[in-house]
């Protein structure tokens, strides 16, 4: 079943559950996808286009939630961040951090890389693979730890 398909069901459940939360999330979250569809490629979006909407969305939501805290509006942060759990249901099981240390290790062995320098070259790599299943903030942090 194609995230979409997803999508709609789940919008349909949260609208007959009357949760605007929820509802709300998920309509940011097909916006984001028509919008994604009409102005790309012919052939449409692929899995991984799809994860990397739902991490843009997961972020900014999480930012805005920073912010608010920073601001000490906790009555504007709860919601994004309720928005958050929503959008993360649809992304696959994210790593942990000692999991993508292991794989950035992994990555650098392999390549044999070392120093600042290369960090450029381990991060687009370890994008790659590690692409779906962790978000860059993370990936970039194992990365500059291991290559100091």
């Not at 062995?109 to 687009?124: H, L, P, R, T």
Request: glycine share 6%; charged share 30%.
């Amino acid at each position: 079943m194609s995230l979409s398909t997803k999508i709609m069901d789940s919008m349909k459940e949260a609208m007959k559950a009357k949760d605007t939360v929820a509802l709300e999330a998920l309509r940011a979250v097909k916006s984001e996808i028509l919008l994604a569809q009409t102005s790309g490629s012919a052939e449409g979006l692929s899995e991984e286009d799809e994860i990397k909407i739902l991490q843009k969305l997961v972020k900014q939501r999480k930012d805005s939630a920073n912010i608010f805290e920073e601001q000490g509006r906790k009555d504007l942060a709860e919601p994004e961040l309720a928005q958050v759990a929503v959008i993360e249901k649809f992304l696959p099981a994210q790593m942990t951090e000692a999991e993508v240390e292991a794989a950035v290790a992994k990555i650098i062995a392999e390549g044999n890389f070392s120093g600042m320098a290369s960090m450029g070259q381990v991060m687009g790599i370890a994008s790659k693979q590690l692409g779906g299943n962790s978000d860059g903030k993370t990936i970039s942090t194992v990365v500059k730890k291991l290559l100091v």
